[in-house]
C-alpha cells in the first residue's frame, strides 16, 4: 500500500463511516416522507378540486332561478332528516 493510500484509510475511520451512512440514511428517510407527503397532498388536490367541480356544477343549474336552488336545498334535506330518524327509530325499536 502507498503512502497517501494509507493516509485516506487512517483519515477515514469507521465513526466517520457510521456518521456518513447515518446521514446518508437519514436523508433517504426525509425523501422518501417527502415523497409521500406530496403525493397524497396531490390526491387531496385532486379530489378537492373534483369537489369543487361537482359543486360549482350543480350550483351553475341555479343561475338563472336561485329559489329554486333554496326550494330544492330544504327538499334534500328534509329526505336526510327523514332517512336519519328512519335509523334512530329503528336502533331505539329494538
Not at 456518521?19 to 388536490?45: C, G, H, I, P, V
Not at 369543487?52 to 336526510?80: A, C, G, H, V
Request: no cysteine; hydrophobic share 25%; charged share 35%.
Amino acid at each position: 500500500m502507498s503512502q497517501k493510500q494509507e493516509q485516506y484509510t487512517k483519515i477515514i475511520t469507521d465513526e466517520d463511516n457510521k456518521k456518513w451512512f447515518a446521514s446518508l440514511t437519514e436523508q433517504e428517510q426525509t425523501d422518501l416522507k417527502l415523497n409521500t407527503y406530496r403525493s397524497f397532498r396531490n390526491q387531496k388536490l385532486q379530489k378537492t378540486d373534483e369537489i369543487r367541480q361537482k359543486f360549482l356544477s350543480q350550483t351553475m343549474k341555479y343561475e338563472k332561478n336561485p329559489t329554486k336552488f333554496f326550494k330544492d336545498e330544504i327538499e334534500n334535506f328534509q329526505y336526510i332528516a327523514n332517512k336519519m330518524l328512519k335509523k334512530i327509530s329503528k336502533l331505539y325499536n329494538r
